[in-house]
C-alpha cells in the first residue's frame, strides 16, 4: 500500500549491520543508566526496603522516557529531513518524480522509511519499561501512555522534518529549519502555558503530555488520558504536515534548475565567424551575465562565503533563529529577575539551551559543507584540481565560520551579559565595583574560552568526519549524535549527582560504566577509518574532561550558587577539546591525499 520505497526500507533495514548492534547499544545504556540510579539513590551496601524501590523504580521509568522523548525526537526530525535532502543533492530525487509512483508513496515511504529504525528502537525499550513494573511505583497503563507519547511525538517532529526537505533544496537548510522549528514550537506551547491554556498544553507538548503520565491523579484519568489525547492530537499534526508535503511535492520540486532551449537551425552565433572573430567572442563569454567577479586566491572561501553553496534564501534560517534567540532571552532575563528570587544556576536557563542549539548548527554546517559536495558529484572535481590541503580545508572552515557567525555570537553575549549583571547583585555592599570586575572577570574568561573551544570542535569534528565517511547519512548521524550525545550526557549527570539521596562518593563507580560507554562511542566516531593514536586518546581524554568539569563545580555543594574555581575546569576542557580538534584537523592538512584517495607520489615518466 505504501510503495515500493518504504517496502525496501521494510526489507533492507534488518539487513544492516547496525540494525543488531543499535538495539543492543540502547539496552546496555539503559541496563548502565538504570544501575547508576539505583546507585545514587539506593546504593549496593545494604537492602532496599520497599518504599525505596518502589521510589527507585518511578524514578528510573521518569529517567528513561524523558530521555528517550528527547532523543527520538530529535533524531525523528534530522532521519526524516536528511532522508529526502540527500536524495536532492544526489540529484536522484527528480528520478522518483518522473516514475508512475503516487505522490503519497514518495512522501510517505521517504517518512515511514526513515522511521522505521526510530519505531524499532521504541518498541525494544517497551519491554524494559514493563520490567519496571516488578519494582512498583508504576502502573501498566503508564507504559502503554509512555510508548504512545514517545511515538506520536517522534513521527509528529519527522513528518516537520520531511515537510521542511521536501520544501528546501540543501541538506543543512533542512536540518537546521527542522531543529530551529522544533524549539520554536515547544516555546510556543509552553508559552501558551503560561498565558492560561495549561490544560490545551498537555494536548500540545510532548513534555507536558508525559508529566501528565508520571503523575496522574489518585483515582485515575476518569475520560481520555491526556497521553491519548496528546497522541490523537499528533496524528492530526501529522495528517496536516504530510498533506502539506503532498500538496507542494511536484509544485516545488524540481526547483532551481534552469531551462535549456534547444537552438533552432541557424541561430548558431558561431557558425558565420572566421577565427579570430570567434576567439574574440569566446573570450568575451563567461558563464553568468553581468559583471564579471573577482575570485579570491582561496577560491573554496570564496565559494563558501559569496556564493549561493548553501541554497536560496538562506534568511529564513536566520529568522527562525532570531524569534527562537527572542524567546530564550525573554525566558533567560524573566528567571533571572523573577520577583520569588533567582534559581539556583539561574545562568544556565539561558545560556545552557542556546549553547546547545548553537553547537547543533554549527556541527550541522560543518557537515553539510563536505557531504553536500560529494552527493553532488563536486568533491571530485575539487579533489581532481590543483587546490592544496590547507587552501581545502582552512577554506571549508572560514566558510563554516562565516555562515554560522550568527549562531557563534549569541552564546558569548550571553556570558557578558551575566557577568556584567553580577556586578550589581553581589550581596557584600563591602566590595567595591573594581572588586567586583575582578571576581566575575575569571568566571567570564573561562566561559567564552570553553565556549571558543567547543565550537572549534564542533567544525573540526564535521570535516573530520564527513570526509572520512563517504556515507552522508552516517557522517550526519555520527556528527549530530555525538554533540547531541555529548550535551545530553552532560546534563544526565548534571541530574545524577545532583540528586540529595546519596553523596557523590556512592555512585562513582556507576558513573565509570557511563565513561566507558561514553569513550568507546566517542572512539568510534572519531577513529573513523584512520589508525590514528592522538585520536584514541582524544577518545578517552573528551569524556574524561567533561566529567571532570561537572563534577568539579558540582560536587562541593550540588544546587547550590556556590561552584568551584572555574580556572581549573576551563583548563581540562579546553585542553581535552583543543587537542581533540588539532588531532582532527592535523591529519586532514598533511595527510589529506592519502586519506582521499589521491596521492602525492610522483608518476613515473
Not at 220 to 228: I, K, Q
Not at 485 to 495: A, K, P, R, S
Amino acid at each position: 500500500m505504501l510503495g515500493p520505497i518504504f517496502t525496501r526500507e521494510l526489507v533492507t533495514v534488518p539487513r544492516r549491520k547496525s540494525h543488531f548492534g543499535v538495539r543492543v547499544a540502547q539496552l546496555g545504556l539503559l541496563t548502565i543508566l538504570g544501575v547508576t540510579a539505583w546507585q545514587a539513590m539506593v546504593g549496593f551496601d545494604r537492602d532496599a526496603t520497599l518504599g525505596e524501590t518502589a521510589r527507585f523504580g518511578t524514578m528510573l521509568f521518569q529517567v528513561v522516557v524523558f530521555v528517550q522523548l528527547l532523543l527520538l525526537v530529535f533524531f525523528a526530525a534530522l532521519t526524516a529531513a536528511g532522508a529526502v535532502s540527500q536524495e536532492k543533492d544526489r540529484r536522484t530525487f527528480i528520478l522518483l518524480l518522473i516514475t508512475d509512483m503516487r505522490d503519497y508513496e514518495i512522501v510517505l515511504g521517504k517518512l515511514l522509511g526513515a522511521l522505521l529504525p526510530i519505531t524499532v528502537l521504541m518498541l525494544t525499550a517497551i519491554p524494559f519499561l514493563a520490567l519496571l513494573l516488578l519494582l512498583g511505583g508504576i502502573d501498566p497503563p503508564q507504559v502503554l501512555q509512555a510508548g504512545a507519547v514517545v511515538l506520536a511525538s517522534a513521527y509528529a517532529a519527522g513528518s516537520l522534518g520531511g515537510l521542511i526537505a521536501l520544501w528546501r533544496d540543501k541538506t543543512f537548510q533542512a536540518l537546521a529549519l527542522s531543529t530551529l522549528l522544533l524549539v520554536l514550537y515547544e516555546c510556543l506551547v509552553v508559552g501558551l502555558g503560561s498565558l492560561g491554556g495549561e490544560s490545551l498544553r498537555t494536548y500540545l507538548d510532548p513534555v507536558a503530555a508525559m508529566r501528565s503520565v508520571l503523575q496522574p491523579p489518585p483515582g485515575g484519568w476518569t475520560g481520555l488520558p491526556p497521553a491519548y489525547g496528546f497522541a490523537l492530537a499528533m496524528l492530526g499534526w501529522c495528517v496536516v504536515l504530510n498533506g502539506v508535503g503532498l500538496w507542494g511535492l511536484r509544485r516545488w520540486n524540481p526547483s532551481g534548475e534552469a531551462i535549456m532551449q534547444r537552438e533552432g537551425p541557424g541561430e548558431d552565433p558561431e557558425a558565420d565567424m572566421d577565427a579570430e572573430q570567434l576567439a574574440a567572442f569566446r573570450a568575451q563569454a563567461h558563464a553568468a551575465p553581468g559583471a564579471l567577479r573577482p575570485v579570491w586566491k582561496n577560491f573554496i572561501a570564496w565559494r563558501e562565503i559569496r556564493t549561493r553553496a548553501y541554497g536560496r534564501r538562506p534568511l529564513l534560517i536566520k529568522i527562525a533563529f532570531a524569534v527562537v534567540l527572542a524567546l530564550i532571552t525573554y525566558f533567560a532575563v524573566s528567571t533571572v529577575y523573577q520577583p520569588g528570587g533567582r534559581p539556583a544556576f539561574a545562568a544556565a536557563y539561558g545560556l545552557v539551551p542556546l549553547t546547545v542549539l548553537c553547537l547543533l548548527l554549527v556541527a550541522a554546517q560543518a557537515v553539510t559543507s563536505i557531504t553536500s559536495e560529494r552527493d553532488g558529484g563536486m568533491l571530485d572535481l575539487l579533489l581532481a584540481s590543483d587546490v592544496s590541503p590547507p587552501e581545502f580545508v582552512f577554506g571549508k572552515t572560514l566558510g563554516v565560520l562565516y555562515n554560522t557567525k550568527e549562531f557563534l555570537i549569541p552564546p558569548i553575549l550571553f556570558a557578558i551579559f551575566y557577568a556584567v549583571e553580577g556586578l550589581f547583585t553581589k550581596t557584600d555592599p563591602g566590595l567595591g565595583i573594581f572588586d567586583r570586575l575582578a571576581t566575575n572577570a575569571a568566571p567570564l574568561l573561562a566561559v567564552v574560552g570553553s565556549l571558543v573551544v567547543l565550537f572549534a570542535f564542533a567544525i573540526a569534528l564535521g570535516l573530520h568526519v564527513s570526509l572520512r565517511l563517504t556515507s552522508s547519512r552516517l557522517a550526519i548521524g555520527h556528527v549530530l549524535g555525538t554533540v547531541f550525545f555529548l550535551c545530553v550526557g552532560t546534563l544526565l549527570c548534571i541530574y545524577l549527582i545532583s540528586l540529595p539521596q546519596q553523596s557523590f562518593a556512592n555512585q562513582w563507580v556507576s558513573f565509570i560504566g557511563f565513561l566507558a560507554v561514553g569513550i568507546g562511542g566517542f572512539w568510534w566516531v572519531l577513529r573513523a577509518d584512520s589508525g590514528s593514536n592522538a585520536l584514541t586518546a582524544a577518545a578517552v581524554a573528551c569524556p574524561l574532561a567533561m566529567f571532570y568539569t561537572v563534577t568539579n563545580i558540582l560536587i562541593a555543594k550540588p544546587g547550590t550558587d556556590e561552584s568551584a574555581d572555574p580556572l581549573v575546569p576551563f583548563l581540562a576542557l579546553s585542553t581535552a577539546f583543543g587537542f581533540t580538534t588539532f588531532a582532527m584537523i592535523f591529519p586532514l592538512v598533511t595527510e589529506f591525499d592519502v586519506a582521499l584517495g589521491r596521492t602525492t607520489a610522483p608518476m613515473d615518466e
